[in-house]
């Protein structure tokens, strides 16, 4: 069973930045897409960001097209999530997750489509 390791959140002023990574160990990665997904405190989890296997399709919800960027790394098996021009609205626990099906052909940004999943870190966005 593949487990997954997020770091690099903190506590960031809005129009900062930070990168978040993903490490994977105990499965082979790297032919199933990955995602982030957040929840901020008294919401449902959402979609954030996804790549496919070779890193030639990645896909965003809209709120964050054009400021956070997803990447991979198959030869170290991590994920990265480069968040800039951050907003509070931001603020989150953000998770990683593996695809359940591999070389799946369609892109999913349902969360129960992926079946497995990091513990989080905490990304928090001020004023």
């Known amino acids: 069973q593949v487990q997954l390791v997020e770091s690099g959140g903190g506590l960031v002023q809005a129009g900062g930045s930070l990168r978040l990574s993903c490490a994977a160990s105990g499965g082979t990665n790297s032919h199933y897409a990955m995602g982030w997904f957040r929840q901020a405190p008294g919401k449902e989890r959402e979609f954030v960001a996804r790549?496919?296997?070779?890193?030639?399709?990645?896909y965003y919800r809209d709120s964050v097209k054009g400021r956070f960027v997803i990447s991979r790394d198959n030869a170290k098996n991590i994920v990265y999530l480069q968040m800039n021009s951050l907003k509070p609205e931001d603020t989150a626990v953000y998770c990683c997750?593996?695809?359940?099906?591999?070389?799946?052909?369609?892109?999913?940004?349902?969360?129960?489509?992926?079946?497995?999943w990091g513990r989080g870190t905490q990304v928090t966005v001020s004023s």
């Open positions: 790549i496919n296997s070779n890193s030639l399709f990645t």
């Open positions: 997750a593996r695809d359940r099906i591999i070389f799946r052909a369609v892109p999913t940004v349902l969360s129960s489509d992926y079946d497995s």
